[in-house]
């Protein structure tokens, strides 16, 4: 069921004019920003992520499967190690990936 649309949240419609800069953020830390999210949810949660996000990729193909799962342990060890075994997927090969990845 849609959620209806609250009249505090809708974008703004005032006009604007000027200059837009796009810059490289400097330090994006997306795995440090996973993890710190995963670790926000409540244990039940958590548990359920990992059931619905491993239950996902388990008939994904081999190479991208590993490549996701690197992320997730990147993010949060457990994190991966709960979706790689939910996912069907080999831990240290995962746990390889993952310390080459830089946040």
Aim: proline share 2%; glycine share 6%; net charge neutral.
């Amino acid at each position: 069921m849609p959620l209806e649309e609250s009249s505090k949240t809708r974008y703004s419609s005032l006009a604007l004019s000027d200059r837009t800069q796009q810059a490289k953020i400097q330090r994006e830390q997306n795995f440090k920003q996973a993890g710190d999210l995963y670790r926000s949810f409540s244990r039940k949660d958590r548990q359920d992520l990992i059931d619905a996000f491993g239950g996902s990729l388990a008939s994904a193909d081999d190479v991208s499967k590993h490549h996701i799962l690197s992320f997730l342990y990147k993010a949060d060890p457990e994190y991966g190690d709960g979706v790689t075994k939910a996912a069907k997927g080999d831990l240290l090969r995962v746990q390889a990936l993952a310390s080459r990845l830089v946040d």
